[in-house]
């Protein structure tokens, strides 16, 4: 079986989120979607989620895609979510570099053989988090 790890916050799940969870899921038999707890997003965005926690897991398990759905670590950097889960291939979106860049560090020191790929965006002009979100703030 392989088992397919995502990170994401999913603050307002939009239909960019929806289209990297669908071509996650495509790439191995079990999709496991990683949400961080809301002070270790406000630690990470210096500020905090329009949703909280309890929020975005319920839009996430009504989209109904992810076999799991677990809470991340309360440190940002520390993965020890990662030995818990074991996957084989953990996919980022087109702007998770940071993401990314950290990831395949840990995995390079910690001699994890663990795959690390990024997916390209969906309409990224039309379906990111910012710019869902600027465009929320405006309209009030």
């Known amino acids: 079986m392989t088992k397919v790890l995502v990170f994401g916050v999913f603050d307002g799940l939009h239909e960019g989120h929806k ?8 790439l191995g038999d079990h999709l496991i979607v990683v949400t961080p707890p809301d002070d270790v997003i406000f630690k990470l965005k210096s500020k905090k989620p329009h949703l909280n926690l309890e929020e975005r897991t319920r839009d996430l398990k009504n989209f109904d895609i ?18 818990k889960i074991n996957p084989n291939l953990i996919v980022t979106g087109y702007d998770q570099k940071n993401l990314k860049k950290a990831l395949v560090k840990y995995l390079k ?3 994890l053989p663990i795959k690390v790929l990024s997916l390209s965006a969906f309409k990224k002009y039309q379906y ?3 710019l869902i979100s600027r465009n929320r703030s405006l309209r009030k």
Do not use: P, Y
């Not at 289209?19 to 495509?26: I, P, S, V, W």
């Not at 076999?67 to 020890?80: A, H, P, T, V, Y």
């Open 19 to 26: 289209f990297f969870l669908r071509e996650a899921k495509k």
């Open 66 to 83: 992810a076999d799991e759905i677990l809470i991340g670590d309360s440190q940002l950097n520390d993965w020890k979510i990662l030995s």
């Open 109 to 111: 020191t910690k001699k």
């Open 128 to 130: 990111k988090s910012s």
